[in-house]
């Protein structure tokens, strides 16, 4: 493959920070390590890059890793497990996973893998962006453990193994085979989808607040909309509008009623900031639009709601 890092030729007791360093620099992101059992830390891996993926082939020994999470754009890692046993531990998800399993994991956030022996697993980086255009529904299939022994995640499975034992084809052949890889995956994850059955009221409920969560969080940034919300927290912009189809209002209208209780708060607690500059900070530009929404939502005008503050204090 085209990048090679091993620990063989590191002092033992040097490894863990070596290899903290080498996947920092390499991928932009910060792992906490801590070796397992009673061998010393080792650790290989191969790397081979085109336009669309990134194919590793990882080996090594019993430890634990915590990441904080991608630096870089969201990106989520496609593994197939073909050696040893790990425990994967990311956005309030658990899965067990052994050999011949393939499993989606997004690196967005932090992370908590334990590979409880040594293990080998093929694996490539790829896009949130472009695991959205062959399944927009992807997120809900991470961290599944899919059976890699039968049906069309058997085939995803071989073709991952040839891709490990002829990497320069992703090179040699330009985007097609990167191209040709995202393809059967969405394959594979599409004739899944159906049959798996997670918690489904959970999860909705889960991705639901991280959606109100994201909004409350970015409510002071102008290019919030429906597009910037999904791929904040990592779901397709239909999955979002669904998300919201048993709520009380569409997404959108409740930002704005986020944002204009927001701005009802300001507007009582800080005398001293005029109105123009609260309405403002919260993402209303148009000061006449603000205004007659304001009223509608509360039955009074900003400034009747800052002489009440003032005369209460």
């Known amino acids: 493959m085209g ?40 650790f290989d891996l191969a790397v081979e890059s085109t336009d669309s993926i990134r194919l590793l082939d990882i080996r090594g020994s019993a430890h634990e890793a915590i990441s904080g999470g991608n630096q870089g754009p969201p ?22 996973v052994g050999p011949d399993t393939v499993t989606l994991l997004p690196l967005r956030s932090t992370s908590n893998l334990t590979f409880h022996d040594s293990f080998r697993h093929v694996s490539f980086l790829v896009s949130e962006e472009a695991m959205a255009a062959v399944f927009p529904e992807w997120s809900r299939m991470a961290l599944v453990p899919l059976d890699a022994k039968m049906g069309l995640t058997a085939l995803f499975a071989d073709h991952m193994r040839s891709l490990a034992a002829h990497p320069e084809v992703l090179t040699q052949s330009g985007a097609s085979v990167g191209d040709f890889t995202l393809g059967l995956l969405g394959a594979v994850l599409n004739s899944k989808f159906d049959g798996v059955t997670p918690p489904s009221s959970r999860l909705r409920a889960y991705h639901l607040e991280r959606a109100k969560r994201f ?31 048993d709520e009380p209002v569409p997404i959108m209208r409740w930002v704005q009623q986020q944002r204009l209780s927001c701005c009802r708060e300001m507007l009582a607690r800080d005398p001293r900031r005029s109105v123009c500059d609260i309405a403002h900070a919260l993402g209303f530009s148009d000061h006449a639009h603000f205004t007659r929404s304001f009223r509608k939502a509360f039955g009074l005008s900003p400034s009747d709601v800052r002489n009440v503050a003032e005369n209460q204090s």
């Open 3 to 42: 990048q090679m890092l091993s620990t063989a030729q590191v002092a033992i007791g040097d490894r863990v920070d070596w290899w903290r360093d080498q996947v920092r620099r390499s991928f932009g992101t910060d792992h906490s390590i801590v070796p397992l059992g009673t061998g010393p830390f080792s």
């Open 75 to 96: 990106s989520v890692m496609v593994r197939l497990q073909t050696q040893g046993h790990i425990t994967l531990r990311a956005e309030g998800r658990e899965a067990q």
């Open 215 to 245: 909004v409350r969080a970015h409510l002071c940034d102008p290019a919030l909309d429906v597009a910037m919300i999904a791929s904040g927290i990592g779901v397709s912009v239909r999955y979002l509008h669904r998300l919201f189809s």
